[in-house]
């Protein structure tokens, strides 16, 4: 993969919001273990997604990939609680879960991709 692509700026941008988000959740709400959780998966994505660059192999770069999107879709699950619950208003939450949401889409159509060449 190119070091200019796509998933790897969006994760790294996303990461960089749930940081910021998490810094918000505990000083500012006094909430320390939804976010926690949040802050563990979401920056997790973009780890994980440049651990798929590094790969050794393609098998590790889908395995990779496949945590990766793991973990996004657990971000959303998180977002999708603390909105629920009050933590986070409508509009803190909607560009966030529009975020993970584009970064699940784009693994799954890497993901798709790499598995129809190999077919």
């Not at 909430?31 to 590790?60: C, H, M, P, W, Y």
Request: charge should be positive; include cysteine.
């Amino acid at each position: 993969m190119k070091s200019d692509n796509i998933i790897q700026q969006k994760s790294f941008a996303f990461a960089i919001r749930i940081v910021n988000l998490y810094k918000y959740l505990t000083t500012e709400k006094k909430e320390f273990v939804l976010s926690k959780q949040l802050l563990r998966s979401g920056t997790s994505v973009g780890a994980n997604i440049e651990e798929s660059i590094g790969g050794q192999s393609e098998k590790d770069f889908l395995s990779k990939l496949s945590i990766a999107y793991k973990e996004a879709r657990e971000s959303v699950y998180w977002l999708k609680l603390l909105r629920a619950t009050d933590y986070l208003s409508q509009e803190q939450a909607e560009g966030l879960l529009a975020d993970a949401e584009e970064i699940c889409k784009i693994i799954g159509k890497i993901q798709i991709t790499i598995k129809n060449r190999n077919s």
